[in-house]
């Protein structure tokens, strides 16, 4: 007879959900927006513009709905920013090759997004980061800058504008983020150094325990 425990005890997500299928949806577009991207013509820009809207709005609904479900897993917590990164990096490096967009623009947003996923790994063991409201605003600029620098019509001052507010966005989460970061880190080591001298404190305080044989006893 399995105890109250076990069957109170919430299952397991599997693999096989719909917030993974749309990671997964999101990487397998990638290439097949890129192929159209590089295509010299109008109407392959515009069915690039709408494979990159269909990407984005899976990157929109996959994390919400894994926490909706419950069916957040370890290969959606890897899954899901690898995608993030393939679908902006792949725009921004294809429009600066085809000469679109400033190769600074790029090489600013991209080191900020390493640079924030490789503070994820260096903090993962003292706690995670909740997203801010600042890092959604910086997804959603990012995401409409590059649509509107997909398209194939005049923007004129528009699309540099939403770009400036994206790159200016990038940067302040990417402070905030490190500065997140550090705190968490020293956090961390003053809560450790603390638990460290009570333990000291307790142990001297106890003394040697004796045993019922006469001699000192101790635990590994």
Do not use: C
């Not at 709408?50 to 709905?65: I, N």
């Not at 479900?69 to 370890?74: A, P, Q």
């Not at 190769?103 to 390493?114: C, H, Y």
């Not at 997804?139 to 507010?165: D, H, K, N």
């Amino acid at each position: 007879m399995a105890s109250p425990g076990a069957r109170t005890s919430p299952a397991t997500p599997g693999l096989v959900n719909i917030p993974n299928g749309l990671t997964m949806l999101r990487l397998f577009l990638v290439p097949v927006f890129v192929v159209f991207l590089v295509t010299d013509s109008t109407a392959a820009r515009i069915v690039a513009f709408f494979v990159f809207g269909v990407a984005s709005v899976t990157d929109l609904l996959d994390g919400q709905l894994a926490r909706r479900r419950g069916t957040i897993t370890d290969f959606g917590k890897i899954a899901d920013p690898i995608a993030d990164k393939a679908l902006t990096g792949s725009a921004l490096i294809t429009l600066s090759v085809l000469g679109d967009l400033p190769w600074w623009v790029t090489a600013v947003i991209l080191v900020r997004e390493v640079g924030v996923t490789l503070l994820r790994f260096w903090v993962i063991r003292h706690g995670v980061i909740a997203a801010s409201r600042g890092g959604k605003i910086k997804t959603v600029l990012q995401i409409v800058a590059i649509g509107l620098y997909i398209l194939p019509l005049p923007m004129g001052w528009a699309r540099e504008a939403v770009m400036a507010a994206a790159v200016a966005v990038t940067l302040v989460t990417g402070i905030d983020y490190l500065t997140r970061a550090l705190n968490l880190r020293r956090t961390a080591r003053i809560g450790h150094a603390d638990t460290a001298a009570l333990d000291t404190a307790g142990s001297a305080n106890a003394g040697p325990a004796v045993s019922s044989r006469g001699d000192t006893g101790g635990r590994e």
